[in-house]
């Protein structure tokens, strides 16, 4: 079956201190990788798409990454705007769905 | 404003009773998905359309749900005879197929439902 684990359930960070959140997938085949941003009490925000093992992408403090059977979320010297719970998400070939994990609450002070 | 809409933002209902969203997707996108996520918990899939086509729906979806776009354009998601067990915020969200890929779901704000 088709799962999604993402770790920590959440973070505490200081501002401009650096950190990791880990997606881990199970899934047949990949067709692509999703990271979201999501805010208390509004739909989640697109962040990146990411298709095969080895891709980067970036955005501002954010950096993205994909192995075979993870991702990474990197954030550099993160602000309080940052503050918000990350979503990762796979959508499998063969089918339609997107399937997400729990997502990390990530909390700068 | 072009990005996917909602409607109503919140919803409060006695059990029992019928309640039905709205969902306008960006207009030039052919699929559109339905999803419920509980407090603490990720979005979890309900259904999908690609244009006016229902191609895939879960099966956590009991009977009492039913979701439709006529012409393939704006959706409705109808709960009959709600529970407890459906509060929840329900998120619709809309991408557009390009060949092979799937472009990013945009997701719409969600209608938080609440059964009393």
């Known amino acids: 079956e088709d799962q999604v684990t993402q770790s920590p359930e959440a973070l505490r960070l200081q501002e401009g201190e650096s950190s990791s959140l880990n997606c881990s997938y199970t899934v047949s085949g990949l067709r692509g990788l999703f990271w979201y941003r999501q805010d208390p009490g509004k739909g989640p925000e697109f962040l990146f798409t990411l298709y095969s093992a080895g891709e980067e992408k970036e955005k501002e403090r954010l950096k993205a990454t994909l192995t075979k059977k993870e991702s990474f979320l990197h954030i550099t010297a993160p602000k309080p705007e940052d503050s918000a719970t990350y979503l990762c998400a796979v959508q499998a070939t063969g089918g339609f769905k997107t399937i997400f994990g729990a997502g990390t609450r990530l909390f700068v002070k | 404003d072009t990005g996917v809409s909602q409607d109503p933002r919140h919803k409060i209902t006695k059990r029992g009773q019928n309640v039905t969203f709205r969902c306008d997707p960006i207009?030039?996108?052919?699929?559109l998905y339905w999803y419920r996520q509980t407090l603490g918990q990720g979005p979890e899939f309900l259904t999908y359309?690609?244009?006016?086509?229902?191609?895939?729906k879960s099966r956590l979806l009991s009977d009492r749900f039913s979701a439709e776009r006529p012409k393939g354009s704006f959706s409705t998601l109808e709960i009959q005879r709600t529970e407890q067990g459906d509060s929840a915020m329900y998120l619709c969200?809309?991408?557009?197929?390009?060949?092979?890929?799937?472009?990013?779901?945009?997701f719409g704000q969600g209608t938080r439902l609440t059964v009393v």
């Open positions: 207009s030039e996108h052919n699929r």
């Open positions: 359309f690609q244009n006016e086509a229902q191609l895939e």
């Open positions: 969200a809309s991408s557009f197929r390009q060949g092979y890929m799937n472009t990013e779901a945009f």
